[in-house]
Protein backbone atom coordinates (compact mmCIF):
# COMPACT_ATOMS: atom_id res chain seq x y z
CA UNK A 1 0.00 0.00 0.00
CA UNK A 2 1.63 3.38 -0.40
CA UNK A 3 2.12 6.14 1.69
CA UNK A 4 -0.03 9.03 0.65
CA UNK A 5 1.35 11.11 3.36
CA UNK A 6 5.23 10.71 1.08
CA UNK A 7 3.31 11.80 -2.12
CA UNK A 8 2.88 15.07 -4.04
CA UNK A 9 0.13 16.22 -6.04
CA UNK A 10 0.53 15.54 -9.62
CA UNK A 11 -0.88 18.11 -12.55
CA UNK A 12 -5.31 16.93 -12.92
CA UNK A 13 -6.85 17.84 -16.09
CA UNK A 14 -10.55 17.32 -17.08
CA UNK A 15 -9.97 13.12 -18.82
CA UNK A 16 -7.96 12.20 -16.26
CA UNK A 17 -9.17 9.02 -14.32
CA UNK A 18 -11.26 9.38 -11.23
CA UNK A 19 -10.12 6.59 -8.36
CA UNK A 20 -10.97 2.93 -8.62
CA UNK A 21 -13.44 1.59 -6.58
CA UNK A 22 -10.36 -0.52 -5.50
CA UNK A 23 -8.35 2.38 -5.31
CA UNK A 24 -10.86 4.09 -3.06
CA UNK A 25 -11.09 1.29 -1.08
CA UNK A 26 -7.32 0.90 0.05
CA UNK A 27 -6.60 4.50 0.41
CA UNK A 28 -9.70 5.19 2.44
CA UNK A 29 -8.16 2.54 5.35
CA UNK A 30 -5.51 5.80 5.40
CA UNK A 31 -8.11 7.98 6.15
CA UNK A 32 -10.41 6.22 8.84
CA UNK A 33 -12.32 9.67 10.09
CA UNK A 34 -12.96 10.96 6.35
CA UNK A 35 -16.43 10.01 4.68
CA UNK A 36 -16.80 9.89 1.24
CA UNK A 37 -20.32 11.27 0.39
CA UNK A 38 -22.05 12.10 -2.86
CA UNK A 39 -23.09 15.53 -3.36
CA UNK A 40 -24.76 16.43 -5.97
CA UNK A 41 -23.16 13.77 -7.99
CA UNK A 42 -19.73 14.52 -6.97
CA UNK A 43 -18.37 12.16 -4.33
CA UNK A 44 -16.07 14.33 -2.39
CA UNK A 45 -14.36 13.85 0.87
CA UNK A 46 -14.89 15.45 3.99
CA UNK A 47 -13.89 15.55 7.53
CA UNK A 48 -14.91 18.41 10.82
CA UNK A 49 -11.85 18.75 12.84
CA UNK A 50 -13.05 20.21 16.54
CA UNK A 51 -10.98 23.21 18.24
CA UNK A 52 -11.25 24.69 21.60
CA UNK A 53 -11.79 28.16 19.99
CA UNK A 54 -12.52 30.50 16.66
CA UNK A 55 -8.60 30.80 16.57
CA UNK A 56 -7.26 27.93 17.30
CA UNK A 57 -9.67 26.64 13.87
CA UNK A 58 -9.10 29.92 11.99
CA UNK A 59 -5.16 29.28 12.36
CA UNK A 60 -5.64 25.80 11.36
CA UNK A 61 -7.59 26.76 7.86
CA UNK A 62 -5.04 29.38 7.11
CA UNK A 63 -2.12 26.74 7.40
CA UNK A 64 -4.03 24.15 5.51
CA UNK A 65 -4.41 27.35 2.95
CA UNK A 66 -0.59 27.47 3.04
CA UNK A 67 -0.49 23.30 2.13
CA UNK A 68 -2.94 24.02 -0.52
CA UNK A 69 -0.49 26.48 -2.15
CA UNK A 70 2.07 24.50 -2.21
CA UNK A 71 0.66 21.40 -3.61
CA UNK A 72 -1.47 23.21 -6.21
CA UNK A 73 -4.94 21.92 -5.08
CA UNK A 74 -7.04 23.44 -3.33
CA UNK A 75 -10.05 22.24 -0.38
CA UNK A 76 -13.34 23.68 0.50
CA UNK A 77 -12.82 25.12 4.03
CA UNK A 78 -16.10 25.75 6.07
CA UNK A 79 -15.17 27.56 9.07
CA UNK A 80 -17.30 28.28 12.34
CA UNK A 81 -16.60 28.52 16.09
CA UNK A 82 -14.47 25.73 17.18
CA UNK A 83 -14.98 23.47 14.03
CA UNK A 84 -13.42 23.61 10.68
CA UNK A 85 -14.84 21.03 8.02
CA UNK A 86 -12.83 20.52 4.73
CA UNK A 87 -13.78 18.76 2.04
CA UNK A 88 -11.35 17.33 -1.06
CA UNK A 89 -12.66 16.61 -5.03
CA UNK A 90 -10.88 17.81 -8.31
CA UNK A 91 -13.06 19.73 -10.21
CA UNK A 92 -11.88 18.97 -12.77
CA UNK A 93 -12.77 15.26 -13.27
CA UNK A 94 -16.49 16.20 -10.67
CA UNK A 95 -14.80 13.40 -8.37
CA UNK A 96 -11.99 11.69 -6.86
CA UNK A 97 -8.49 11.78 -7.74
CA UNK A 98 -5.27 10.58 -5.96
CA UNK A 99 -4.26 14.18 -5.17
CA UNK A 100 -7.73 14.20 -3.20
CA UNK A 101 -6.66 11.43 -0.54
CA UNK A 102 -2.89 12.55 -0.64
CA UNK A 103 -4.33 16.32 0.64
CA UNK A 104 -6.20 14.01 2.92
CA UNK A 105 -3.95 12.30 4.73
CA UNK A 106 -1.63 15.69 4.39
CA UNK A 107 -4.46 17.42 6.38
CA UNK A 108 -4.69 15.05 9.35
CA UNK A 109 -0.97 15.50 9.57
CA UNK A 110 -1.61 19.06 10.27
CA UNK A 111 -4.05 18.61 12.64
CA UNK A 112 -2.02 16.08 14.44
CA UNK A 113 0.98 18.15 14.74
Given at each position: M????????E?????????????????MT??????????????????????????????????????????????????????V?I???????R????N??????????F???
Amino acid sequence: MENLSQLKCEACQAGAPQVTDVELKEFMTQLPSWSAPVIDGVMMLEREYRFKNFKLALDFANEIAHLAEEEGHHPAILLEWGKVKISWWTHAIRGLHKNDFIMAVKTDSFYKS
